[in-house]
Antibody, heavy 120, light 110 residues
Framework: QVQLVQSGAEVKEPGASVKVSCKAS????????MYWVRQAPGQGLEWMGW????????NYAQRFQGRVTMTRDTSISTAYMELTRLRSDDTAVYYC??????????????WGKGTTVTVS | QSVLTQPPSASGTPGQRVTISCSGS????????VNWYQQVPGTAPKLLIY???QRPSGVPDRLSGSKSGTSASLAISGLQSEDEADYYC???????????FGGGTKLTVL
């Protein structure tokens, strides 16, 4: 079945970096964009950026520019999201999600279970 | 502050019909289709409605979506206790080349 399996919870000190992985299975990894979304405790969903696994092209939300890097390893169908210079307000659950991109349509149909990152 | 605007809460009794609104702008809802996600606390979001009014397989037809101009809405009829969750609208945003979300609506089944 189609699934995204994320890496385990992380606890980091302020100023450190974290790298979250997202392994895809059950579908052609390079055929779908991978989006990253985060959710701070008690808050809503926030889009962070995307990577095109086929080309490696990326696009990041402005507020994360300069701190986030999204990469992929097509040989193991895995996407990565690295966030640097962590602050306490980066404490959140980080999700990867497969995104269907069409004409005027962008929707995330498969989600990972999330990776909790605590900055303390 | 979320780009799309949703009411923070909604409620209804079992069997009732409830609607959740979502307001945006010409660069997001006005330019692209709208999607709705359901999130039970402690779990990942689940796609409920895509392309304004399409349901993925497994989503019951008592859930429906619509869009008009720069606004959209999600309707749930025959409300059930299992519908109690947070609901988020989302749309592509041409000015960001990404996706924007609403702040979420907490649905309570009384």
């Amino acid at each position: 079945q189609v699934q995204l399996v994320q890496s385990g919870a992380e606890v980091k000190e302020p100023g450190a970096s974290v790298k979250v992985s997202c392994k895809a299975s059950g579908y052609g990894f390079i055929g779908y964009y991978m989006y990253w979304v985060r959710q701070a405790p008690g808050q809503g969903l926030e889009w962070m950026g995307w990577i095109n696994p086929n080309s490696g092209a990326t696009n990041y939300a402005q507020r994360f520019q300069g701190r986030v890097t999204m990469t992929r390893d097509t040989s193991i169908s895995t996407a990565y999201m690295e966030l640097t210079r962590l602050r306490s307000d980066d404490t959140a659950v980080y999700y990867c999600a497969r995104c269907i991109v069409g004409v005027k349509a962008y929707y995330m149909d498969v989600w990972g279970k999330g990776t909790t990152v605590t900055v303390s | 502050q979320s780009v799309l605007t949703q009411p923070p809460s909604a409620s209804g009794t079992p069997g009732q019909r409830v609607t959740i609104s979502c307001s945006g702008s010409s660069s997001n809802i006005g330019a692209n289709t709208v999607n709705w996600y359901q999130q039970v606390p402690g779990t990942a979001p689940k796609l409920l409605i895509y392309s304004n009014n399409q349901r993925p397989s497994g989503v019951p037809d008592r859930l429906s979506g619509s869009k008009s101009g720069t606004s959209a809405s999600l309707a749930i009829s025959g409300l059930q206790s299992e519908d109690e969750a947070d609901y988020y609208c989302a749309a592509g945003d041409d000015s960001l080349n990404g996706v924007v979300f609403g702040g979420g609506t907490k649905l309570t089944v009384l």
